[in-house]
T-cell receptor, first 114, second 117 residues
């Protein structure tokens, strides 16, 4: 079975600081990768996804993520965070074949201070 | 609002009672998923439907849990004889028909928060 690790459980940044949230997965086969965001009081929203092609993918609100296959990683980045980025961020993977279930990491709570 | 909707948004029940949650997917989405999320954790997969067929069930889905999608549109998740450990957020997601990236992208509803006293 696959698993997802998000090493940073709680990150506190000041506005304009750069952000990088780690995500590593364990699975021997091919996967598709996602980052979801949950703003306070709102439901999970898709931030970006990787299926194939350029391993550097761009999402909404200036976020990007890089898939490094050799490291089984899919880290999320943003060059300059804003107070409105305060939210919980979840990395998720799904197998290319077989089970259709998303496997989520435990999430990273980002707090951006003005 | 054309997103995934869930009802009720909150449910408080006493241990031993039965509860039922409803999920309405995005129109024309043929795949529907149920997840459970507890505090401090990411969502955990429970079950998955393609149209009316329940194709996958997690080991988390004990015999007290049952899910249906009788007409391939909305779905219900019932928990019988609730236990305090069932307290969680129950999330529903849907994805559209198609191939590859299209059908694999899941869109989530707001969830039903269950508290078992």
């Amino acid at each position: 079975a696959q698993s997802v690790s998000q090493h940073n459980h709680h990150v506190i940044l000041s506005e304009a600081a750069s952000l990088e949230l780690g995500c590593n997965y364990s699975y021997g086969g091919t996967v598709n990768l996602f980052w979801y965001v949950q703003y306070p009081g709102q439901h999970l929203q898709l931030l970006l996804k990787y299926f194939s092609g350029d391993p550097l993918v761009k999402g909404i609100k200036g976020f990007e993520a890089e898939f490094i296959k050799s490291k089984f990683s899919f880290n999320l980045r943003k060059p300059s965070v804003q107070w409105s980025d305060t939210a919980e961020y979840f990395c998720a993977v799904i197998r290319r074949e077989g089970r259709r279930a998303l496997t989520f990491g435990s999430g990273t709570r980002l707090q951006v201070q003005p | 609002d054309t997103g995934v909707s869930q009802d009720p948004r909150h449910k408080i029940t006493k241990r031993g009672q039965n509860v039922t949650f409803r999920c309405d997917p995005i129109s024309e989405h043929n795949r529907l998923y149920w997840y459970r999320q507890t505090l401090g954790q990411g969502p955990e997969f429970l079950t998955y439907f393609q149209n009316e067929a329940q194709l996958e069930k997690s080991r988390l889905l004990s015999d007290r849990f049952s899910a249906e999608r009788p007409k391939g549109s909305f779905s219900t998740l019932e928990i019988q004889r609730t236990e305090q450990g069932d307290s969680a957020m129950y999330l529903c997601a849907s994805s559209p028909p198609g191939a590859g990236e299209i059908q694999e992208t899941q869109y989530f509803g707001p969830g039903t928060r269950l508290l078992v006293l």
